[in-house]
């Protein structure tokens, strides 16, 4: 039986409550607020699936990230871009055991000191030898946190991007602001040199989210969360052959 005590103490969860301007404005647009409202609902769904996952054979695939993997605003906590992404690559014949450790609210500080420790500590995959699977989409919460976290983003992009491990498959940061830009330049460089592999949102992400956001108009909906899947799909298909002829 494999050891579960690496998720015992993980919960899907930052340990930070929302911020000001997310309850403030969740007091007075019911579309936030019920958006909001399943933020919890939604990581305990995953806390238990990843309990589950734990005990389940087959090639493993280990999400790290933010709200936007954990499917807040989709109208379930399993109709995100993570399993439609799952879903398209068992059609072609590479199925896959989610793990997800992504966090609503989560900071990409926060993948580095929380969700990777996790990710280092899980027991092996069973029934396969093949290396597993990392995906990450992070960021936004740093660049809207503004202030000193802003500031930090190109850092502490940096910083994640030298603790990845090997082809692990990593979502650039589409928005037009200079710490963005700056935190991009760090994963283009991990490409380059063949370390990581980057789903480009700048081109490869929707190019419209008119009809794809959900009732905050921030987090995408079902058929955002579809189109994310769209810009994944390659890359992780990508990843996952490659590291099945080392």
Do not use: C
């Not at 389940?56 to 709200?67: F, I």
């Not at 029934?127 to 502490?156: C, H, I, K, Q, Y």
């Not at 480009?200 to 909906?221: C, K, Q, Y």
């Amino acid at each position: 039986m494999p050891d579960l005590d690496p998720l015992l103490g993980y919960a899907n969860r930052t340990g930070r409550a929302p911020g000001r301007g997310v309850r403030a404005l969740g007091l007075v647009l019911p579309g936030v607020r019920r958006v909001q409202g399943t933020a919890i609902p939604w990581a305990d769904a995953w806390a238990a699936h990843n309990r589950t996952a734990l005990t389940t054979p087959g090639r493993r695939w280990v999400v790290l990230g933010d709200s936007m993997s954990q499917a807040v605003g989709a109208s379930a906590w399993d109709s995100g871009w993570v399993d439609r992404a799952a879903a398209s690559l068992a059609g072609d014949g590479l199925p896959l055991v989610v793990v997800n450790l992504s966090a609503t609210g989560a900071r990409t500080a926060d993948v580095v000191d929380q969700q990777l420790p996790v990710l280092r500590a899980l027991p092996p995959a069973l029934g396969t030898d093949a290396p597993d699977l990392v995906s990450v989409m992070v960021g936004s919460n740093d660049l809207f946190a503004g202030g000193g976290v802003r500031d930090r983003l190109p850092d502490e992009f940096a910083r994640m991007v030298a603790a990845l491990p090997q082809d692990a498959v990593v979502a650039t940061l589409p928005q037009p602001r200079t710490a963005a830009h700056r935190a991009n330049a760090h994963l283009e460089k991990a490409v380059a040199r063949g370390a990581l592999r980057a789903v480009d949102m700048r081109t490869e992400g929707p190019s419209s989210w008119r009809g794809r956001l959900a009732a905050d108009l921030f987090h995408p909906n079902d058929a955002g969360y579809a189109e994310l899947a769209r810009a994944f799909v390659p890359h992780l298909r990508a990843a996952l052959r490659a590291t099945a002829r080392d």
